[in-house]
T-cell receptor, first 113, second 116 residues
Framework: GDSVTQMEGPVTLSEEAFLTINCTYTATGYPSLFWYVQYPGEGLQLLLKATKADDKGSNKGFEATYRKETTSFHLEKGSVQVSDSAVYFCALSVNQAGTALIFGKGTTLSVSS | GAVVSQHPSRVICKSGTSVKIECRSLDFQATTMFWYRQFPKQSLMLMAT?????????EQGVEKDKFLINHASLTLSTLTVTSAHPEDSSFYIC????????????FGPGTRLTVL
């Protein structure tokens, strides 16, 4: 079945460090890919998305490129801030109406000053 | 962007009581809403898919008689946890799919349920 695998956390970085959170997927067909962020005590917010191969999603300095050949959608940011501390979820959606998102297990990022 | 609200944000109840959680799409119509459950430090687990005007579709292992879902209108879905027990304590999150969009889901802020 369809699934998402993302790197185990927690990831601990100093402010201004480079961030990579790996995400790979398994899916039939051509899914859309997403990164969601969850701040402590809050619900999920869409961070970025890509709907087809080679698309790059970007938002707030974060980027991820849809790589069909490696079935990956790694999240990157060149310089993290303390305010980026949160849990990040990679997810996919099969392109069918009414289909729920399939989430990875989440990666906790902790950034210290 | 589209906004989804949940009410209440936090609820504490005694074991054996029932709790209703509301999920509303505030500025768009949602033909489909999803209910997820999140355990501490874990990912979201899909519980059920709720379609307006029809019965919800439950994921394997989710008791439909315990977690009653009603999607009475295009902007409201409710989840009722019946005869709650401490093991039902969790973070419940809903999401709504814009009827006019594809593959875009908007999440509510979640409801923290604690059963004593």
């Amino acid at each position: 079945g369809d699934s998402v695998t993302q790197m185990e956390g927690p990831v601990t970085l100093s402010e201004e460090a480079f961030l990579t959170i790996n995400c790979t997927y398994t899916a039939t067909g051509y899914p859309s890919l997403f990164w969601y962020v969850q701040y402590p005590g809050e619900g999920l917010q869409l961070l970025l998305k890509a709907t087809k191969a080679d698309d790059k999603g970007s938002n707030k300095g974060f980027e991820a490129t849809y790589r069909k050949e490696t079935t990956s959608f790694h999240l990157e940011k060149g310089s993290v801030q303390v305010s980026d501390s949160a849990v990040y979820f990679c997810a996919l959606s099969v392109n069918q109406a009414g289909t729920a998102l399939i989430f990875g297990k989440g990666t906790t990022l902790s950034v210290s000053s | 962007g589209a906004v989804v609200s949940q009410h209440p944000s936090r609820v504490i109840c005694k074991s054996g009581t029932s709790v209703k959680i509301e999920c509303r799409s505030l500025d768009f119509q949602a033909t489909t809403m999803f209910w997820y459950r999140q355990f501490p430090k874990q990912s979201l687990m899909l519980m059920a898919t709720s379609n307006e005007g029809s019965k919800a579709t439950y994921e394997q292992g989710v008791e439909k008689d315990k977690f009653l879902i009603n999607h009475a209108s295009l902007t409201l879905s409710t989840l009722t946890v019946t005869s709650a027990h401490p093991e039902d304590s969790s973070f419940y999150i809903c999401s709504a799919r814009d009827a006019g969009g594809i593959n875009e889901q908007f999440f509510g802020p979640g409801t923290r349920l604690t059963v004593l």
